[in-house]
């Protein structure tokens, strides 16, 4: 496989899995740390006990109070195993350091490293081709040439997802994988050990029997794993038992239906069903809440996903996203909890008034309301951001009367100007000369014109006028 250098080398992806590149958000429903690592790289999983919504960004865990000790959040590593020196190579042939590379990849985060290749002083160093031996077929690696002669480099290695290498291969993709890097019409190559980072590390800090989960199970990143025959989330449920408390435990109410019709009374405690889709939950003591039964936005699709298998090979090359609450809010008990600057019963409803602004920095021109994104205008007035008017008089015919009487005491509204011309900030110069683009207007008392200009800005309008009139 060649790849030349200083040019972009990018693997076709099969359709197994979600790629990065598609809008992801963390699961809030996963239960494992695992699942959280891989439902996308700015997924962080919180280990600390009894902790409600583990599996969230960086700054969600931060915001929701969990301990920077209790994040969970691999990045991957670039380990150099081999880097032997040595002498300047003879003609014809070509030194690499380092010799080996032992590479941790998180999926969707890169890692990189340098390339030194050393080739003979008296020999030619034309731009090199890469040749690579097989790749996982989830891995893409880049290179960039950055210095010619005794060249250096630049590694790049991303993984996609953690599925397995080929449809028929009994190894997992994470790995040992291995890569052997190759400048072409050379025997000396690199060998990159690849490891892919899809279980968590926290796994080994098993804490067995733990008070956590009822003395029933062991406390694993945060989350308990019961023994048979305890469920719960806290191992507190004794499947197996045939003692079964009085179930009105299991009911809201008198007429109540059991466990809200959603699980099954076990033992007094409601035992949620699970759903076919396994991102959709119910939860609560009486399985009264869920995290699906929430309003879809006019962009409704389902999400559909096939983690152990599709029974039809088509639909394993096709991926739904799941979109709910407008896709800018997460679903709890029935009702969207909107993201920042999002708000409505189903979270279609933006607060960012950027697409509201109009030419003068006046939301909606001063003259409507910024609604959900929209200006919504005050007639006549009309446009994206209420700025067209075509039956509004312009800027000259609006002001003339208020310029005349302000600026010469003359006019219409000489009598009551403080009342209802009092809003102009009035600048008199020496003559129109001095007035970009000016209104002439005439008096209607005495038939004489007169010159002015009109602007606004946040202190108000601003008006600039010719201090003599022009009579006829």
């Keep these: 496989m060649a790849i030349k250098v200083g040019c972009l080398f990018l693997l076709l992806l099969p359709l197994l899995s979600l790629s990065w590149a598609d809008e992801i958000t963390c699961l809030k429903?996963?239960?494992?740390?695992?699942?959280?690592?891989?439902?996308?790289?700015?997924?962080?999983?919180?280990?600390?006990?009894?902790?409600?919504?583990?599996?969230?960004?960086l700054s969600g865990l931060q915001k929701a109070g969990c301990d920077a000790s209790h994040m969970y959040n691999p990045q991957g590593s670039?380990?150099?195993?081999?880097?032997?020196?040595?002498?300047?190579?003879?003609?014809?042939?070509?030194?690499?350091?380092?010799?080996?590379?032992t590479l941790h990849l998180r999926p969707g985060v890169s890692q990189s490293f340098p390339l030194y290749i050393t080739v003979a002083r008296n020999q030619r160093t034309p731009q090199l081709n890469m040749d690579t031996s097989l790749m996982p077929a989830e891995v893409n690696i880049t290179f960039s040439n950055i210095r010619h002669g005794n060249m250096i480099v630049e590694v790049n290695v991303e993984a996609s997802n953690c599925h397995k290498t080929s449809d028929n291969s009994t190894q997992d993709s994470t790995g040992p994988s291995f890569v052997h890097i190759t400048p072409r019409g050379f025997l000396q190559s690199l060998k990159l050990e690849i490891i892919l980072d899809c279980e968590c590390d926290c796994k080994g800090n098993r804490e067995e029997n733990s008070p956590s989960c009822d003395g029933h199970g062991d406390l694993v990143c945060g989350s308990c794993e019961c023994y048979q025959p305890y469920s719960g989330q806290h191992c507190q449920i004794n499947v197996g038992s045939n003692f079964n408390r009085d179930d009105k435990t299991c009911r809201q109410g008198p007429n109540a239906p059991l466990c809200s019709n959603r699980g099954t009374c076990v033992d007094g405690e409601c035992l949620c069903h699970s759903q076919e889709n396994p991102n959709e939950r119910y939860r609560g003591m009486f399985c009264e809440c869920s995290n699906f039964?929430?309003?879809?936005?006019?962009?409704?699709?389902?999400?559909?996903?096939?983690?152990?298998?599709?029974?039809?090979?088509?639909?394993?090359?096709?991926?739904?996203?799941?979109r709910i609450c407008g896709g800018h809010g997460s679903c709890e008990c029935g009702q969207c909890i909107c993201d920042n600057d999002w708000t409505g019963e189903d979270c279609s409803c933006t607060l960012d008034t950027t697409s509201c602004m109009a030419s003068n920095q006046q939301l909606c021109n001063n003259q409507g309301l910024c609604q959900c994104g929209s200006c919504r205008c005050d007639p006549p007035y009309a446009g994206p951001t209420c700025e067209s008017c075509p039956t509004c008089l312009g800027p000259c015919q609006t002001h003339a009367e208020c310029v005349d009487c302000r600026v010469f005491g003359t006019g219409p509204k000489k009598d009551r100007c403080q009342d209802e011309c009092n809003y102009l900030i009035v600048t008199k110069v020496g003559s129109k000369t001095y007035i970009d683009a000016p209104c002439k207007m005439k008096s209607r008392e005495d038939s004489c014109y007169f010159y002015f200009s009109i602007s606004q800005d946040r202190e108000g309008i601003h008006c600039t006028a010719a201090a003599m009139k022009e009579c006829p």
């Design 293 to 322: 039964d929430c309003p879809f936005h006019n962009n409704r699709y389902y999400t559909t996903i096939c983690p152990y298998g599709c029974k039809s090979e088509s639909l394993n090359t096709f991926h739904f996203l799941f």
């Design 29 to 57: 429903t996963v239960s494992s740390c695992s699942q959280c690592m891989l439902s996308g790289p700015q997924c962080v999983w919180c280990t600390a006990p009894n902790f409600k919504r583990r599996c969230n960004t």
């Design 78 to 101: 670039v380990h150099v195993t081999r880097n032997d020196s040595s002498n300047e190579p003879t003609t014809g042939t070509l030194f690499l350091q380092p010799q080996q590379v």
